[in-house]
């Protein structure tokens, strides 16, 4: 799997044919959080990729806001042509149960295209802060009234529910401060604003290795190759973590004509089927969501 800077398989691939039949001749690709985050940089990739094999017009649209809610609603509520598709991560399946009230039901009204790509979550902190892995952490909170303060892109997200579940497992005092994004949370941690934070490992790694934030650990059981120095929560004593890897995939609107989504689907077809290479993708338009 070809690893690109934030991590994601982009998985296109398509024959000419079929791309050259697409209905749109501009394709509004919506993603539901600010620039600068992982999935922007990941969907502008897509986006590049999307052009060359439908020589087409794709346009990314940020809609950020709600943990994803604002542009995952404009999705939803777009005609089902094709022309208008959402990069979302998985964990929109458990929004029912996150949020008190929604005003879609993921299952119902967005279809499957495929799969984008697959990151780890990283945990990492403030230069600034004493600690310099998962126990310190703890430590460290138990030690301080209020507790720790820590950010993530948005409430209910798997970087925000990996590091409940680090608290929950250590009884570790820490606070979840959402934001609307993961660059404007990010910007806040490196200026100590804020303790330490969940995020997606490929847009992290640049700012550890430049100094400005230190990883404490990626949550999985097995390292990651994008930074293979820090340890895993396993190595840490929180094995079976694995679930808080954040996936990504394509959505169109739930009665968009299944010729379509099949279209897009296909374009991952050639790369599937070739047997000298592996891929992690997801199976387009296969019906494959998570079920309640």
Known sequence: MRIVPVAMALCVVASGAGAQDYPCSSVKLVV??????????????????????????????????????????????????GCTLLINATVIATFGHSFAKLSYDPFKDLAPVGGVGVTPTLIVAATSIPANDIKGLVEWSKTKPDGLNYS????????????????????????????????????????????????????????????QLKGLAIVADKRSELVPNI??????????????????????????????????????????????????????????TPRR
């Open 152 to 211: 993530t892109a948005g409430y209910g997200l798997q970087q925000h529910l990996a590091s409940e579940e680090i608290a929950q497992r250590t009884g570790a005092k820490f606070t979840h401060v959402a934001y609307r994004g993961g660059g404007t949370a990010m910007t806040d941690l490196i200026a100590a604003r804020l303790d330490f934070g969940g995020f997606l490992a490929g847009t992290t790694k640049p700012l550890i290795a430049s100094g």
């Open 231 to 288: 340890p895993t929560t396993t190595e840490q004593g929180l094995p079976g973590m694995n679930s808080h890897g954040v996936h990504f995939m394509m959505f169109a609107p739930a009665a968009t004509p299944k010729p379509v989504v099949t279209m897009l689907g296909s374009a991952r077809s050639s790369r599937r089927s070739s047997p000298n290479r592996r891929s992690s993708c997801a199976s387009p338009a296969s019906g494959s």
């Open 32 to 81: 539901p959080y600010p620039a600068g985050g992982a999935t922007d940089v990941a969907t502008r990739v897509l986006a590049e990729r999307l052009e060359a094999v439908f020589k087409k017009t794709f346009v990314v649209e940020n809609r950020g806001g709600a943990t994803g809610n604002i542009g995952t609603v404009a999705v939803v509520t777009a005609p089902p042509d």
